[in-house]
């Protein structure tokens, strides 16, 4: 078989990611078959999979695999019961709470690099032209953020909360209430927020997060299931 330079694979590989291609359920295939399906060795593989991870497109997890999106959260189906008796009201609370913290504290130790792509993942969401590929954008954009915080106990307690807003019920919620009016308006404020964190102001990210979140609530707050607990 005959080998594509890893640089055309990379290329080959993202646009993949970015159509969708390649992947079941948000992760990829093993390394020896997405090896073969590109035409590449597996040491060219690490090389390109290892650039994507550091461009913010994939997300390698040890013992899960690779994925298109931060990965699950280790036992997740312990939250399972949990994910049943919380309303989109109460993740909400929950998040207004945690994230203008992890953009203030993103803001005074995310590196050089790491602004960088942040950046990069701003402008993934104000181009995003569809709601499943903001979501991804937005949901990307989020997690990079609270890494950045370089608080593991901080990012545990979000990859928890994300998990919870990952149920398909509060999926079906947000798809009900967002269209192309508030994507836009979201994706506004991701910009202030990721300029914010690049400045280094912790107060003016805090305060964007905050703006953002409370944004997305008044969004939410016009779907019938807002206030609901399903086992009320």
């Known amino acids: 078989m ?43 593989l690490r090389g390109v999979l290892d650039a994507l991870a550091k461009e913010g ?10 994925f298109l999106q931060p990965p699950p959260v280790q036992g997740a189906e312990r939250l399972s019961a949990l994910a049943r008796r919380v309303s989109p009201r109460d993740l909400m609370e929950v998040r207004l709470d945690l994230e203008p913290a992890l953009a203030a504290h993103a803001a005074t130790r995310g590196s050089t ?10 402008e993934d969401s104000l181009m995003a032209p569809d709601l499943e590929s903001y979501e991804r954008a937005d949901d990307i954009f989020h997690y990079k953020i609270a890494q950045m915080a370089g608080n593991p106990v901080f990012l545990s307690l979000f990859e928890e909360i994300r998990t919870l807003r990952q149920a398909a019920d509060w999926k079906r919620t947000r798809r009900e209430a967002l269209g192309l009016e508030e994507i836009a308006e979201f994706s506004t404020l991701h910009s202030a927020i990721a300029n914010a964190i ?35």
């Open 113 to 122: 690099e790491d602004k960088s792509r942040l950046l990069h993942l701003m």
């Open 2 to 44: 005959a080998l594509k330079p890893a640089t055309l694979a990379q290329t080959d590989l993202r646009a993949a990611i970015l159509q969708g291609d390649f992947s079941t359920d948000g992760r990829l295939p093993p390394e020896r078959v997405l090896a073969e399906k590109l035409a590449i060795s597996r040491a060219q």
């Open 57 to 66: 497109l994939i997300f390698r997890r040890h013992g899960q695999g690779t």
């Open 198 to 232: 690049c400045a280094g102001s912790a107060e003016a990210a805090r305060s964007a997060m905050a703006e953002h979140l409370q944004q997305v609530s008044h969004a939410l707050r016009r779907s019938d299931t807002w206030l609901e607990n399903p086992e009320m």
